[in-house]
């Protein structure tokens, strides 16, 4: 079992810097691959940055060269920072864990990019 809990989220201008984290409580946090992924009304939840348990990243297009996902596996954290955000970079993020046998979501946090 694993609790995902995000915080960082908020209103911020365009082209401004926010940095989400996502505590994980549970076991084998270094197990588990982990994800931020982000959705908007209407839309379906797409995945934005992901870390693997041993370490290789991948991004989204929309993203690559803006974000930076990583993860402290002492401290069982993600985080994902953004930088240069744009208006369409609005959206609920949710933090993932997955591993073969589980697949767990944070509630969310909401990041506001506006004028």
């Known amino acids: 079992q694993m609790e995902l809990v995000e915080s960082g989220g908020g209103l911020v201008q365009p082209g401004g810097s926010l940095t989400l984290s996502c505590a994980a409580s549970?076991?084998?946090?270094?197990?588990?691959?982990m994800a931020w992924y982000r959705q908007t009304p209407g839309k379906q939840r797409e995945l934005a940055a992901r870390?693997?348990?041993?370490?290789?990243?991948t991004y989204a297009d929309s993203v690559k060269g803006r974000f930076i996902i990583s993860r402290d596996n002492r401290n069982d954290m993600v985080y994902l920072q953004m930088n240069g955000l744009k208006p369409e970079d609005t959206a609920v993020y949710y933090c993932?864990?997955?591993?073969?046998?589980?697949?767990?979501w944070g509630s969310g946090t909401l990041v506001t990019v506006s004028a």
């Open positions: 993932n864990a997955e591993k073969f046998g589980g697949n767990y």
């Open positions: 549970g076991s084998d946090f270094r197990l588990y691959h």
């Open positions: 870390i693997a348990n041993y370490g290789s990243i």
